[in-house]
């Protein structure tokens, strides 16, 4: 006798979805078990509270604390986004949540700064300048670059999806009513603390990369609206832009802002060319040949510091007593020495996994149909970037800057960028609509 199977899926749900879902959990949980269990508690009560007595203590208090807030919580939102299938709708609430807590670091920093303290999170005294939670300033420059173009992204999304403008979106459509100003702009405040936590951390590269993020998202977004809004409108905007531009320019001529503009002074090409192709420095020698000595699987995860000064001249052992680090200030030619060919071919394997299935669905979506209840137009009247969605190419932009800052310095070293970067990648698949084949 033969049953037929009642299949455990809901209708409409494919296979790749839920193995979508479960590697997309299966990443995210590797962060929590192996950074929050083993590395940051150490960090917390060696680097941030210094050893103190109560040190342990308050890092128990706050896990615990936050975990019965996962114990209450999680069932139900779990329950309810399995109920209503709104999985994407709360992932997307998740990334709201995160862009405020990341402007809220941006906050500590500048209550660093006008405290005048010399100590990290007031608890650690540093001897150089730090920002925020980090004590390297080009990790926290790094860090705020990236999450500012994506929360600039957020935040355009929202305004284009409210002026149904958007390739796709996550209102429920039943509601007509107006969304008042500020829930719209909601993202605003964020975005420019970000922007803002980039430049004052001081790091150079974050400082110009920033500035060429905001330059470049707003092309973009000026571009998507150009043709789809009034001549009125279009004077306000670029009376705004300038209205911004002059208000920065002015700023750095009336404040003392003497440490920012010895940055900018230095911020020269000849400077980015030496710093990228390490011309300047003998890190980007040793590294070279670190890796044609060691070429199959290198020296090993955090071993180019122990191996350094095998390959330094009594010249370069000067410098380094002089000038200091230990690393070479390049991430892809200080993973190519320790990871050698076999580490560097899987981490490029990595990327390209996150990489090519977006590039392959954005080219979909510039020459496709998007499937029924997705907002459709002609691609001569709005142009074939206006079909990807706004929130892919903040990631496009925002991790490419990541990749350029890690050509001179190593912001892929902090698991808080590197996290940051890939989940960017792995969600924004959410914000991409369905497209129909042209097949018949």
Not at 83 to 97: D, E, F, M, Y
Not at 275 to 291: D, I, L, P
Request: charged share 15%.
């Amino acid at each position: 006798m033969v049953t037929d199977l009642v299949s455990p899926l809901n209708a409409g749900v494919r296979k790749r979805e839920v193995l979508g879902w479960a590697m997309y959990d299966f990443a995210n949980s590797g962060y929590t078990t192996v950074v929050l269990t083993a590395v940051f508690n150490a960090y917390f009560v060696g680097v941030v509270a210094g050893n103190r007595p109560w040190a342990t203590l308050a890092w128990t208090l706050a896990l615990a604390a936050s975990n019965l807030v996962l114990m209450l919580v999680m069932p139900l939102l779990g329950a309810h986004a399995d109920q209503h299938a709104s999985k994407k709708r709360w992932l997307a609430l998740s990334t709201l949540g995160c862009v405020f807590a990341t402007a809220a670091l941006a906050l500590v920093g500048f209550a660093q700064l006008l405290s005048g303290t010399d100590s990290l999170l007031w608890l650690t005294p540093l001897k150089s300048y730090f920002f925020s939670a980090f004590g390297y300033p080009n990790l926290a420059g790094a860090f705020f670059t990236l999450t500012a173009a994506l929360s600039f992204g957020l935040w355009f999304h929202q305004v284009t999806e409210e002026a149904g403008q958007a390739p796709i979106s996550f209102s429920s459509g039943g509601d007509d009513e107006k969304p008042a100003l500020l829930y719209t702009h909601r993202l605003l405040i964020p975005t420019v603390l970000m922007f803002a936590g980039a430049i004052a951390s001081l790091s150079r590269a974050a400082i110009l990369l920033s500035t060429v993020v905001f330059v470049v998202l707003t092309l973009y977004m000026l571009s998507y609206v150009w043709k789809r809004v009034t001549v009125g409108m279009r004077v306000t905007l670029v009376s705004v832009l300038g209205a911004l531009i002059l208000a920065i320019g002015v700023s750095l001529l009336v404040f003392k802002l003497e440490s920012l503009k010895r940055e900018l002074q230095a911020i020269t090409p000849s400077a980015v060319v030496e710093r990228v192709t390490g011309s300047a420095y003998y890190h980007a020698r040793v590294a070279k040949e670190m890796f044609r000595d060691h070429p199959v699987f290198g020296v090993g995860g955090w071993g180019y510091p122990r191996y350094l000064h095998q390959y330094l001249t009594p010249e370069d052992i000067k410098k380094l007593q002089i000038e200091g680090g230990a690393n070479v200030h390049n991430d892809s030619l200080q993973f190519l020495a320790e990871q050698g060919a076999v580490g560097y071919g899987l981490l490029l394997a990595s990327v390209l996994l996150l990489v090519l299935p977006l590039c392959w669905q954005a080219w979909r979506l510039s020459r496709a149909r998007v499937a029924a209840g997705v907002k459709d137009e002609p691609a001569t009247e709005a142009g074939w970037l206006c079909r990807v969605p706004v929130p892919l190419v903040a990631v496009w932009v925002g991790t490419s800057a990541t990749v350029c800052h890690s050509l001179g310095d190593l912001p892929f070293r902090a698991p808080s960028i590197l996290i940051v970067w890939v989940l960017a990648l792995s969600c924004v698949p959410g914000w991409l609509p369905a497209v129909k084949s042209n097949r018949p």
